[in-house]
């Protein structure tokens, strides 16, 4: 288990109102990804942090945000939610530091629904 | 480009039945990391195996085995005796070394969803 928590678990919001989705670590782990799940389409990368202050586009960017200025905490931010980001955000950290070589652990989940 | 391709959306059995999953995996990359993952109705992602492309041994713990062809570009996932228990989500994934352009972040099949019946 590593250690990571997601807040809020869920959340219904209206559209065009701000969110944040906050994801924090214990394992001092250096990479951490958030993910949205929907039907049909499986987990897709949305953003994704190797640092601190350093964070990258995924696949599904638009309409999101991200910060990391601490180690331990990842936040996804939807700037203004539309019915189309109504998913299951995961966020992830990566275990070990040899890049592309360890496995993902998940936090819960957090469910959004935007009305 | 990556991609995983899970080809059973949807796979029901009766307990005891074997069954197996199927995962194709496409990238050009020769040095790769192939995984397993289980989400059960509970919702939670829970890590089941990984494997490497130079191991091509077959994997068994349990009642579950993984058989990795390399020939075939196949990442197969079988339960033994299935259970009601064993009934979830699968999702098979993929990373390689030319995913630093996207954080070392595991590439997702779309997931097959089992369910085990008594």
């Known amino acids: 288990d590593a250690g990571i928590t997601q807040s809020p678990r869920h959340k219904v919001t209206e559209t065009g109102t701000p969110v944040t989705l906050r994801c924090h670590q214990t394992?001092?782990?250096?990479?951490m990804y958030w993910y949205r799940q929907d039907p049909g389409h499986g987990l897709r990368l949305i953003h994704y942090?190797?640092?601190?202050?350093?964070?990258d586009k995924g696949e599904v960017s638009d309409g999101y945000s991200v910060s990391r200025s601490k180690t331990e905490d990842f936040l996804l931010t939807l700037e203004s939610a539309t019915s189309s980001q109504t998913s299951v955000y995961f966020c992830a950290t990566r275990v070990g530091e040899a890049g592309y070589t360890g496995e993902l652990f998940f936090g819960e989940g957090s469910r959004l629904t935007v009305l | 480009a990556q991609k995983v391709t899970q080809a059973q959306t949807e796979i029901s059995v009766v307990e005891k039945e074997d069954v197996t999953l199927d995962c194709v995996y496409e990238?050009?990359?020769?040095?790769?990391?192939l995984f397993w993952y289980k989400q059960p109705p509970s919702g939670e992602l829970v890590f089941l195996i990984r494997?490497?492309?130079?191991?091509?041994q077959n994997e068994i713990s349990g009642r579950y085995s993984w058989n990795f062809q390399k020939s075939t570009s196949s990442f197969n996932f079988t339960i033994t005796a299935s259970q009601v228990v064993d009934s979830a989500v699968y999702f098979c994934a993929l990373s390689a070394t030319s995913n630093s352009n996207s954080g070392y972040a595991l590439n997702f099949g779309k997931g097959t969803s089992l369910l085990v019946t008594p």
């Open positions: 990238t050009r990359d020769t040095t790769y990391y």
């Open positions: 494997r490497n492309s130079f191991d091509e």
């Open positions: 942090s190797y640092g601190v202050k350093d964070t």
């Open positions: 394992e001092n782990h250096r990479y």
